[in-house]
């Protein structure tokens, strides 16, 4: 499932051809809500919005499309109004003069008017946003020492989108990584210091995979591996999918668990159980 860098990257790519301009032609491909193209159409964009895993399409007149796109959603934006080939379903698209985006495959999606955004039964439950710029890590560590989080496990923590929204499994495994926290400690357990590096670490490392397009690793570090010639899918994490390779901090092999039904991978020596 695409985490919260990853929509953050598909809103600025759809932002770019979106906003600011008029909805020409639209189309659902969810029976359900073709009855809503007649509101939109001939409206105009005014903001693409993330919360989370969520992306908001806003219109000037109020209302707003809400669309999540779960396991194997996509957007695809394409210049000018002939669709590509698929296998895929086509469930959302939005026509400019000059441009088309599409949503395929992705199923959760309705219109709401924008100010009842509040109640939607998603948006009303999950935390800031991972990839809000206002969001200082000063508010993430504020947000680990409330009761309904503290005493929670780091592991389960950081899929828990009621803590920060965006937040998924690559990300979970890449910021106790850096740091260097177990995953079966608990926000209470920790110092101000530690409480203070994992806030940080879950900005930068957010962060630098939004800037990055997927990489976590340290950007030195990461050219290094590409002048050794290896491969993007073998220069993106320091932990996470490397099971049995050694972690570029200590050299000690990289472990796997199945934690709540998701892998998480880890270093015993880098991230030693306290």
């Known amino acids: ?26 189309t659902f491909g969810l029976p359900r809500l073709r009855r809503e193209a007649s509101r939109l159409k001939g409206h105009k964009v005014v903001a693409i919005e ?35 080939k698929s296998t895929r379903s086509m469930r959302l698209l939005l026509q400019t003069r000059d441009h088309s985006a599409i949503l395929y495959s992705a199923s959760d999606i309705s219109v709401w008017p924008t100010a009842e955004l509040v109640h939607h039964p998603f948006l009303a439950k999950i935390g800031p946003d991972i990839m809000d710029p206002c969001l200082g890590w000063r508010d993430v560590a504020d947000r680990l020492g409330l009761p309904q989080f503290a005493a929670k496990e780091l592991a389960a923590l950081y899929l828990d989108q009621a803590f920060l929204a965006g937040n998924g ?21 920790l110092t101000r210091g530690e409480l203070g590096k994992l806030a940080r670490s879950t900005l930068t490392i957010s962060r630098r995979s939004y800037d990055s397009g997927g990489i976590t690793l340290a950007p030195r570090l990461s050219r290094s591996l590409q002048r050794q010639g290896l491969a993007r899918e073998w220069r993106r994490f320091y932990v996470f999918g490397r099971e049995d390779s050694p972690c570029y901090h200590c050299s000690h092999p990289i ?14 020596v880098c991230q030693g159980e306290h």
């Open 169 to 189: 499994n690559y990300l979970r495994s890449e910021i106790l990584h850096d740091a260097r926290l177990h995953h079966r400690q608990r926000p209470r357990e």
């Open 50 to 84: 993330t919360r989370g895993k969520a992306l908001l399409t806003h219109f000037e007149h109020g209302l707003s499309i809400y669309s999540h796109n779960q396991l194997y959603g996509v957007w695809k934006v394409i210049a000018g109004h002939t669709l590509p």
């Open 255 to 268: 472990r796997r668990q199945e934690v709540g039904s998701r892998r998480l991978y880890f270093c015993p």
């Open 1 to 26: 499932m695409p985490e919260g860098p990853e929509i953050r990257r598909a809103a600025d790519t759809l932002a770019d051809v979106l906003e600011g301009r008029t909805i020409t032609s639209i």
